[in-house]
């Protein structure tokens, strides 16, 4: 099936670090979602992206829809603690297809 | 907006016994909704998508005499694990999607279920 790749898999940085991460895949796909998850709770959404070349922020985030639609990123800057979770790109693959395919996860810890 | 519920949060039953877990959207119309599964340091795995009065669609290889998907309402979906196992320790995350069934809305998740199986 397919599979969306995150890298890095983890990130260690400290407060006030900018943080880049991307996901790519090896087919298409139509848009693409940030989410981002505490522990023990369910993914919250960050950004949604439906274009390709879309680049959106919202507030301290930016991620961006690669132009050959595989692959997108994104970006936090200076970071804070509340920072810390794991974030999941996600997307869907065919337009009108409701579902979504989650990416492995990049877990960002802040170190004091 | 686009708050989605789960009931109960954690559960912690024996072996061989039945489990249901509630999602519920609480100010939207959820004509989808979808259940992942999400085991520890993994990502989420899409179990089965759930349209309101209809049959759920399973992902291959999960089973869907083991979960029984119900999506009486366009505000509640269940999931009931039957005769639980050890290996059905997870956590049971929910998602509703607004708007007509067969577009690409966004989901919503809720905050999971922690089944624990002893």
């Known amino acids: 099936g397919q599979q969306l790749n995150q890298s890095p898999q983890s990130m260690f940085i400290q407060e006030g670090e900018d943080v880049s991460m991307n996901c790519t895949s090896s087919?298409?796909?139509?848009?693409w979602l940030w989410y981002k998850q505490d522990p023990g709770e369910g993914p919250v959404l960050l950004i949604a992206l439906y274009k390709a070349g879309e680049l959106t922020s919202n507030g301290r985030l930016t991620a961006q829809f690669g132009i050959t639609r595989k692959d997108s990123f994104l970006n936090i800057s200076a970071s804070i603690p509340s920072d810390v979770g794991i974030y999941f790109c996600?997307?869907?693959?065919?337009?009108?297809?409701?579902?979504?395919?989650f990416g492995t996860g990049t877990r960002l810890t802040i170190i004091p | 907006g686009a708050v989605v519920s789960q009931h109960p949060s954690r559960v912690i039953c024996k072996s061989g016994t039945s489990v249901k877990i509630e999602c519920r959207s609480l100010d939207f119309q959820a004509t989808t909704m979808f259940w992942y599964r999400q085991f520890p340091k993994q990502s989420l795995m899409l179990m089965a998508t759930s349209n309101e009065g209809s049959k759920a669609t399973y992902e291959q290889g999960v089973e869907k005499d083991k979960f029984l998907i119900n999506h009486a309402s366009l505000t509640l979906s269940t999931l009931t694990v039957t005769s639980a196992h050890p290996e059905d320790s997870s956590f049971y995350i929910c998602s509703a999607e607004s708007g007509t069934s067969g577009g690409t809305d966004t989901q919503y998740f809720g905050p999971g279920t922690r089944l624990t199986v002893l």
């Open positions: 087919s298409i796909f139509n848009t």
């Open positions: 996600a997307g869907h693959s065919n337009f009108g297809n409701e579902k979504l395919t």
